[in-house]
């Protein structure tokens, strides 16, 4: 089970990806398989097959997104939050061999893509969770725990 919270930023990405396959691609891929339909043999024809696969692959997306977005939990900052890591945090994390990563601990509808996005659900993230800077933080690994240092804390503050 995963956890339903989104960034602001993430929630707004969602709804311009709905918006966008609702309102332009959809109608646009509907014409082309009207006018492949109406040019006769549908079996043989790969118009009108490549585009029905793709209005199938349209019409999943937006009950995907349409279900999704219902569901999700949007959480914005709060002032509250800053100098520890929560939802929505960028942390800058230093390993004991001196390795270091910044990321953003945000929801599983947003990681997708981004390198640089971690899973709210993941083991670091749930590891970081309500530390400060200075404070270490131990990860559960495959291969043993992994000991990381908070280096420092940001938030977007005031996205839209």
Same mark, same amino acid.
């Given at each position: 089970?995963?956890?339903?919270?989104?960034?602001?930023?993430?929630?707004?990405?969602?709804?311009k990806e709905?918006?966008?396959?609702?309102?332009?691609?959809? &109608? !646009?891929?509907?014409?082309? /398989?009207?006018?492949? @339909?109406?040019?006769?043999?549908? =079996? *043989?024809?790969?118009?009108?097959?490549?585009?029905?696969?793709?209005?199938?692959?349209?019409?999943?997306?937006?009950?995907?997104?349409?279900?999704c977005i219902?569901?999700?939990?949007?959480?914005?900052?709060? &002032? !509250?939050?800053?100098?520890? /890591?929560?939802?929505? @945090?960028?942390?800058?994390?230093? =390993? *004991?061999?001196?390795?270091?990563?910044?990321?953003?601990?945000?929801?599983?509808?947003?990681?997708?893509?981004?390198?640089?996005?971690?899973?709210?659900?993941?083991?670091?993230?749930?590891?970081?969770?309500?530390?400060?800077?200075?404070?270490e933080a131990?990860?559960?690994?495959?291969?043993?725990?992994?000991?990381?240092?908070?280096?420092?804390?940001?938030?977007?503050?005031?996205?839209?």
């Amino acid at each position: 089970m995963r956890t339903q919270l989104i960034t602001r930023e993430g929630y707004n990405a969602l709804k311009k990806e709905l918006d966008y396959l609702w309102r332009q691609e959809r &109608p !646009e891929v509907t014409k082309k /398989v009207t006018w492949a @339909a109406s040019l006769g043999d549908r =079996s *043989e024809n790969a118009d009108y097959q490549y585009n029905k696969k793709r209005l199938r692959e349209i019409d999943r997306r937006v009950r995907y997104l349409s279900k999704c977005i219902e569901n999700l939990k949007l959480v914005d900052y709060s &002032p !509250e939050q800053e100098g520890r /890591v929560f939802f929505g @945090a960028w942390v800058s994390i230093e =390993s *004991e061999s001196g390795e270091q990563k910044r990321f953003r601990i945000a929801g599983y509808d947003e990681i997708f893509g981004r390198q640089d996005y971690i899973s709210i659900d993941s083991p670091m993230a749930r590891a970081l969770l309500k530390k400060s800077v200075g404070d270490e933080a131990a990860v559960i690994t495959p291969a043993g725990e992994a000991y990381w240092y908070i280096n420092q804390i940001e938030y977007n503050v005031g996205e839209s």
